[in-house]
Nanobody, 123 residues
Framework: QVQLVESGGGLVQAGGSLRLSCATS????????MGWFRQRPGKEREFAATIDWTGGYTYYADSVKGRFTISRDHAKNTVYLQMNSLKPEDTAVYYC????????????????WGQGTQVTVSS
């Protein structure tokens, strides 16, 4: 059984920072990419960031580039999303996901999803 559990969401003022964590367990994730997506109120789920197995390759949505950083710690089986300079438009439920072996921005390329964590940025 694959499990992805996000944590670290909360309420923060604009300009502030949060670090999201995604703990993985169960079936091996060896070689697989990890991704962070978000779903803003009334919107479809959208790509935010992705990282390959080595951690050496990352890719970001234009809307978060330069403000968010994705990383992974194999020893802890955890993926992180460091979010700085947060804006009210970053308010969303954030999901981590995994599935394939190549970086992708498409939700259909990710087979396994966490339950999500709420991030609210006040103005």
């Amino acid at each position: 059984q694959v499990q992805l559990v996000e944590s670290g969401g909360g309420l923060v003022q604009a300009g502030g920072s949060l670090r999201l964590s995604c703990a993985t367990s169960g079936r091996t994730f060896s070689g697989r990419v990890m991704g962070w997506f978000r779903q803003r109120p009334g919107k479809e789920r959208e790509f935010a960031a992705t990282i390959d197995w080595t951690g050496g390759y990352t890719y970001y949505a234009d809307s978060v580039k330069g403000r968010f950083t994705i990383s992974r710690d194999h020893a802890k089986n955890t993926v992180y999303l460091q979010m700085n300079s947060l804006k009210p438009e970053d308010t969303a439920v954030y999901y981590c996901a995994t599935g394939g072996y190549e970086l992708s921005t498409h939700t259909s390329d990710y087979a396994y999803w966490g339950q999500g964590t709420q991030v609210t940025v006040s103005s």
